[in-house]
């Protein structure tokens, strides 16, 4: 396994410089102690934030572009290399204690974490989660989307629906003042009215001059935790929804997290920023399997003869 080339102008996380072998190093002082992480963000790093998360959209944008039936998941990894580094950023995930790709692209029963590989093309009826995380003006912006691959399964379709709107309920709660722990009970309580499984095994976090910092962003419900959100705190949410239990198991490769039971698990990601008045979504963008279920659904009327819909 060889990793692909990043040059030389273009800046480094620090876990990707050779020496630190993909550990991020933990920040210290002048004098070599500890320096507590804090990731409340103002002025002109929240400018560098903004920047890096927008980047990192057009990256995704332009990696779910590129999915259909036939294109393999490392081609998908060529767009997201070659749409960093265009953009003058680094792709967080290359190196990242040690995974070996730009991207990770998680299909059907992966959860997440799944390594882009010339070996498994897309197949008509597969749904694909695509994650891009990019290092740009020292922050990194860190968001994802699952697509369908040609016409899903009503499952499949049910399901990922599910989990976006899911993602943007947990985001809603998301205010200065109000507790950490709402974003995942709202979560949660959908999840459990559906008939779906939230995964606990992997959460979302704090972000910024670190890829992962706190605070840890569950999308369960964790009663006990009253921390309470800040303006100015930046974080991801990222809930991981499975169609049946909530059990995961860790590929040979050490990367790739599936469902135990094999069923079908969704995800999606914002990098958001608690403003004053709410959640900021430095990720923003349209929906791309909104715009596919829309041109599924005219192809579907075309067949039909259905006249256009009146405006
Ligand atoms: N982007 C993922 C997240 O949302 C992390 C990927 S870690 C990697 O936190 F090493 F697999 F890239
Ligand atoms: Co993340
Ligand atoms: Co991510």
Request: one cysteine or more; glycine letters at 10%; charged letters at 25%.
């Amino acid at each position: 396994m060889y990793y692909k080339q990043v040059p030389d102008h273009i800046p480094r996380p620090d876990y990707a410089r050779p020496e630190n072998n993909g550990k991020p190093r933990k920040p210290v002082d002048l004098k070599g102690r500890p320096l507590p992480l804090k990731n409340e963000l103002k002025g002109e790093a929240l400018a560098r934030m903004r920047r890096a998360c927008a980047a990192a959209r057009e990256v995704l944008e332009e990696v779910l572009s590129a999915v259909r039936p036939g294109v393999t998941t490392e081609e998908l990894d060529d767009v997201a290399h070659e749409g960093c580094l265009r953009r003058g950023g680094y792709p967080s995930p290359l190196g990242y204690h040690g995974f070996p790709k730009s991207l990770c692209t998680s299909l059907n029963e992966v959860i997440c974490h799944g390594i882009p590989s010339p070996g498994r093309a897309l197949r008509d009826g597969d749904i694909i989660n695509c994650d891009v995380t990019l290092y740009l003006e020292g922050m990194h912006g860190d968001c994802s989307e699952t697509v369908f691959v040609g016409a899903p399964s009503a499952e499949a379709r049910a399901l990922v629906e599910f989990t976006y709107e899911a993602m943007m309920a947990g985001i809603a709660m998301a205010k200065p003042n109000a507790l950490l722990n709402e974003i995942g009970r709202v979560i949660a309580a959908r999840a459990k009215k559906a008939g779906y499984s939230v995964v606990q095994d992997f959460s979302g976090h704090g972000i910024g001059p670190q890829f992962h910092m706190p605070p840890q962003v569950v999308h369960y419900y964790e009663r006990y935790n009253y921390q309470r959100l800040k303006e100015g705190m930046v974080f991801t949410v990222e809930p991981m929804i499975n169609a049946g239990d909530l059990y995961a198991r860790v590929l040979e490769d050490e990367w790739t997290a599936v469902t135990a039971d094999g069923r079908l698990s969704a995800q999606f990601e914002h990098t958001i920023y608690i403003g004053k008045r709410g959640p900021e979504l430095l990720t923003a963008g349209e929906p791309f399997f909104k715009r596919q279920l829309a041109a599924l659904d005219a192809a579907l009327d075309a067949t039909r003869g259905a006249p256009p819909e009146a405006p």
